[in-house]
């Protein structure tokens, strides 16, 4: 098996015990933390968020020079630029600490809402966090150096390692009765021990070198220029994702910052699912680039990841939709009562409203992902750049008026608009300017799968009509809508090629028994 299908496995199960992991753990903290507590948690990590934007795009800079370099064969040319990009995180780390300073003297009149007491522990959390993104930000070098080398297994095989490890020892500290400053000081513990294994790997297994052979003025322009739009990417990442919480922030009290961050993460382990495929997927679009693959070519890579996350994600979407709003009430709901440590019904609600807003914005932008790593292998990011920033801008404000009236919910209807109108006109930008067919990727995407998602979904409502309403009753329900889908999917849904992709693995372990 390659290193690409191994990493791609791997990444999956990563995002499998992420999700599973993330399901299971996340009422456990809200129980231990308190509504509020668990609010400040979710409030300092979307700041630190933003301040983490100081990586100016670098980390995806690495993987993509590397894999230039490495299909130039231009050893000495690799050695200069990671020795060079070793000196510009160097100053990241010292302007992090330093605007770390600074907004902490700010953090009073930030939040508001918050008591004094909330007010010491946000204080002590942002801390301990800006010495974490000081360590974090320049030892992200490393794994970038492996998925330029399309070294997929080191850094996938560390991280599924240090999220299980990371997630028992949360557990350990939860119920030894550590609160939200023991959780960060574990995060931080465990970002110092990955970042010094990625370190080894990369310098004694890779045999990766770190030399400078000229510091050029003209080559820094040169990486910063490729690296800036996937720094305005960042800033519209961060407007996607940490944005709300800030304006909230300033406006809510820390149980609504809650609600928003359980939504939030709901949507988020939605993406993961497609992002898998896709983050796997940037070396190669930047070897069919250097070997000048036609736009049909392009389009094809694209049809076939996108069918595939097609697949998987209208499997999520459908199955949330028919059963999301009973699960969040079993998972951190507490039913009317009102509780310090579960949401009642109501805030249940908002929370499933949050995330399935989410899930449905976020499905065209994660149909088409390989379409922006055609871009960043082009360095034709800029239009995509500009136009989401502005329209992220836009989303957070509309997002902070409806906020006003809505709340939560109204702050995650303004954003996800914008994303909506985005990927929407990047459809045009992609046949007009890239060479894409769009039409015939709707086409083939649709071939056969649309006609299957719309009967599940028709099967899975009356499948909602099995009496109960216990974890036993959702594990029913999922379990069948799961077998619904399987076979009518591979029956009538998937292409040749497809089954097969499923078929060959089992077909090669019943083959070794």
């Not at 231990?32 to 979710?42: A, P, R, W």
């Not at 990671?82 to 009073?108: E, K, M, Q, R």
Request: net charge positive.
């Amino acid at each position: 098996m390659s290193q690409l299908k191994k990493g791609a496995f791997l990444t999956y199960l990563k995002i499998f015990l992420t999700n599973i992991i993330g399901i299971v753990i996340t009422p456990l903290i809200v129980s231990y933390l308190g509504k509020d507590e668990y609010g400040i948690f979710n409030a300092i990590g979307a700041l630190i968020g933003t301040i983490a934007l100081l990586d100016f795009g670098l980390t995806n800079t690495v993987v993509r020079f590397i894999a230039k370099y490495r299909a130039e064969k231009d050893r000495k040319g690799e050695e200069n630029f990671l020795a060079t990009i070793g000196i510009l995180y160097f100053v990241i780390s010292l302007l992090v600490i330093i605007l770390g300073i600074v907004f902490y003297f700010f953090i009073d009149s930030y939040f508001t809402k918050f008591s004094v007491e909330e007010l010491k522990i946000a204080k002590v959390m942002f801390v301990i966090l800006i010495f974490n993104l000081a360590i974090q930000l320049p030892g992200m070098i490393f794994t970038g150096i492996c998925k330029g080398y399309e070294a997929f297994v080191f850094p996938e095989s560390v991280s599924v390692i240090r999220y299980l490890l990371r997630s028992i020892t949360v557990v350990a500290v939860l119920l030894l009765g550590g609160r939200a400053i023991a959780l960060v000081i574990v995060d931080s513990v465990f970002n110092i021990l990955t970042i010094s294994v990625s370190a080894y790997y990369v310098l004694k297994k890779l045999k990766v070198r770190f030399k400078l052979h000229q510091l050029s003025k003209v080559f820094i322009k040169q990486i910063l220029k490729y690296s800036s739009w996937i720094f305005v990417f960042s800033i519209v990442g961060m407007l996607q994702w940490k944005s709300g919480s800030w304006v909230l922030g300033a406006m809510s009290v820390p149980k609504v910052l809650g609600i928003y961050g359980i939504g939030i993460a709901l949507g988020t382990y939605y993406g993961a699912f497609s992002t898998a495929i896709s983050s796997v997927f940037l070396p190669r679009a930047t070897q069919m680039t250097v070997a000048n693959a036609t736009g049909e070519e392009l389009t094809d890579m694209m049809i076939k990841l996108g069918r595939l996350s097609f697949i998987i994600l209208m499997y999520v979407l459908g199955a949330f939709i028919l059963y999301g709003e009973q699960f969040i009430n079993l998972w951190v709901g507490g039913g009317e009562l009102e509780t310090d440590g579960k949401y009642n019904s109501e805030e249940c609600r908002e929370i499933y409203s949050i995330a399935l807003i989410i899930m449905i914005g976020y499905t065209l932008p994660l149909l088409q992902a390989f379409g922006n790593s055609i871009l960043e292998a082009k360095n034709k990011l800029s239009f995509k750049a500009i136009l989401y920033l502005i329209f992220m801008i836009l989303g957070t404000v509309l997002g902070g008026f409806l906020a006003v009236k809505y709340s939560a919910l109204g702050m995650i209807s303004g954003l996800v608009a914008g994303w909506l109108i985005v990927q929407n006109v990047m459809n045009f930008y992609y046949q007009k300017k890239i060479g894409l067919n769009i039409f015939r990727f709707f086409r083939e995407l649709l071939n056969k799968t649309l006609i299957v998602v719309l009967v599940v979904v028709l099967i899975g409502y009356f499948i909602n009509y099995i009496q109960g309403n216990g974890w036993g009753n959702f594990i029913l329900k999922g379990s069948v809508y799961t077998m619904v889908f399987v076979v009518i999917m591979y029956f009538f849904g998937l292409l040749e090629y497809e089954k097969q992709l499923f078929t060959k693995p089992i077909a090669s372990i019943l083959k070794r028994k």
